[in-house]
């Protein structure tokens, strides 16, 4: 087992280099740079002087060579710094390090309301095919798959938070208010709860697809009537012997969430105002400015690398047959 953590960390290295490269690549072919989006919004907001741009590239290192500010990061990359931003000249790494867990805990919380819902009900659903409750779930996944997040997430605002005040509209806590351990803790799941539940939606529609997709071809074999033959009760069926071997192909789905999970937190948290990397990402494309870019990029991927590993280890654990050499 660490023969093979060890190498597939060794095997990761070369993607996120590649990663990086492509990265690097398709922000120096886009037009412009940091510079001149600098200027524009200086001259917007009529603030322009006698900015010299030749003079702005050179202190801000981009008169060399892409190749060469390339290895520069990846030089500095090795001594565990990510470079700083163009414009605030704040490190990278510190302003990832204050959204990083924001980000974390919005991506937690849709995965674990996926599992909570999308398994039991996905259970179900196989458990009673074609009864009322079987279509109406079937119902909600299709309309989970097909609604765009930012429509969902408008419409549960206008609903929960406007309507009916149940839930903030936006924010990571209440402004202005001193709460204890327990209060502060309530008030952050207050706020998470709408981009959560909005997150967590079309994974959640996707895990109770493949969950009762994968029940209905188990529950079907012939080890399933051999069980029953034995007199085993109805949940020591289910669980042990026919959950545990539909649930591989739900963990490769919720692996495979993980990066639209990523992916589609950039745009909940920009309508939900939550502080994580969402905001920061936008604004760093917005600003090209490459070094913030090239980070977040960089802790995508590592993110993504170490959920695919976390889901080959998953299987070891469900199905004992599966031994990594």
Same mark, same amino acid.
């Given at each position: 087992?660490?023969?093979?953590?060890?190498?597939?960390?060794?095997?990761?290295?070369?993607?996120?280099?590649? %990663?990086?490269?492509? #990265?690097? #690549?398709?922000?120096?072919?886009?037009?412009?740079?940091?510079?001149?989006?600098?200027?524009? $919004?200086?001259?917007?907001?009529?603030?322009?002087?006698?900015?010299?741009?030749?003079?702005?590239?050179?202190?801000?290192?981009?008169?060399?060579?892409?190749?060469?500010?390339?290895? *520069?990061?990846?030089?500095?990359?090795?001594?565990?710094? !990510?470079?700083?931003? &163009?414009? $605030?000249?704040?490190?990278?790494?510190?302003?990832?390090?204050?959204?990083?867990?924001?980000?974390?805990?919005?991506?937690?919380?849709? +995965?674990? &309301?996926?599992?909570?819902?999308?398994?039991?009900?996905?259970?179900?659903?196989?458990?009673?095919?074609? $009864?009322?409750?079987?279509?109406?779930?079937?119902?909600?996944?299709?309309?989970?798959?097909?609604?765009?997040?930012?429509?969902?997430?408008?419409?549960? %605002?206008?609903?929960?938070?406007?309507?009916?005040?149940?839930?903030?509209?936006?924010?990571?806590?209440?402004?202005?208010?001193?709460?204890?351990?327990?209060?502060?803790?309530?008030? *952050? =799941?207050?706020? @998470?709860?709408?981009?959560?539940?909005?997150?967590?939606?079309?994974?959640?529609?996707?895990?109770?697809?493949?969950?009762?997709?994968?029940?209905?071809? =188990?529950?079907?074999?012939?080890?399933?009537?051999?069980?029953?033959?034995?007199? @085993?009760?109805?949940?020591?069926?289910?669980?042990?012997?026919?959950?545990?071997?539909?649930? +591989?192909?739900? &963990? #490769?789905?919720?692996?495979?969430?993980?990066?639209?999970?990523?992916?589609?937190?950039?745009? %909940?948290?920009?309508?939900?105002?939550?502080?994580? !990397?969402?905001?920061?990402?936008?604004?760093?494309?917005?600003?090209?400015?490459?070094?913030?870019?090239?980070? !977040?990029?960089?802790? $995508?991927?590592?993110?993504?690398? =170490?959920?695919?590993?976390?889901?080959?280890?998953?299987?070891?654990?469900?199905?004992?047959?599966?031994?990594?050499?």
């Amino acid at each position: 087992m660490n023969r093979y953590i060890l190498r597939r960390i060794f095997q990761a290295i070369p993607v996120l280099i590649g %990663i990086t490269i492509i #990265t690097f #690549t398709f922000t120096e072919l886009a037009p412009g740079d940091a510079v001149s989006s600098m200027l524009l $919004s200086q001259q917007e907001s009529g603030l322009a002087g006698e900015l010299d741009t030749a003079t702005l590239r050179a202190q801000y290192g981009l008169d060399q060579p892409p190749p060469v500010r390339y290895l *520069q990061w990846m030089s500095g990359l090795a001594q565990g710094n !990510m470079g700083v931003r &163009i414009r $605030s000249r704040v490190p990278v790494a510190e302003e990832i390090g204050r959204r990083l867990p924001a980000t974390i805990q919005l991506m937690l919380a849709a +995965l674990t &309301i996926s599992i909570v819902l999308g398994i039991p009900f996905g259970i179900y659903s196989a458990l009673r095919q074609y $009864s009322r409750l079987d279509y109406f779930l079937t119902t909600f996944v299709f309309i989970g798959i097909s609604v765009p997040g930012f429509f969902a997430a408008i419409a549960v %605002i206008y609903l929960f938070a406007v309507k009916l005040g149940w839930f903030p509209t936006s924010g990571y806590s209440t402004p202005g208010q001193t709460f204890g351990f327990w209060g502060g803790l309530w008030d *952050q =799941v207050h706020h @998470l709860a709408l981009p959560a539940l909005v997150l967590g939606i079309e994974s959640t529609a996707s895990v109770m697809r493949y969950t009762r997709s994968s029940m209905l071809e =188990v529950i079907k074999l012939d080890y399933m009537v051999t069980a029953r033959s034995k007199g @085993l009760g109805q949940q020591t069926i289910i669980i042990r012997h026919a959950l545990r071997n539909a649930l +591989l192909p739900v &963990i #490769t789905i919720l692996g495979l969430r993980l990066p639209s999970l990523f992916g589609g937190a950039i745009i %909940i948290e920009n309508i939900f105002n939550w502080p994580g !990397m969402g905001i920061l990402y936008l604004d760093g494309v917005s600003t090209r400015d490459y070094p913030l870019i090239m980070g !977040m990029v960089l802790i $995508s991927a590592l993110l993504i690398v =170490v959920s695919n590993l976390f889901t080959d280890l998953a299987y070891a654990v469900v199905d004992p047959r599966i031994r990594y050499e």
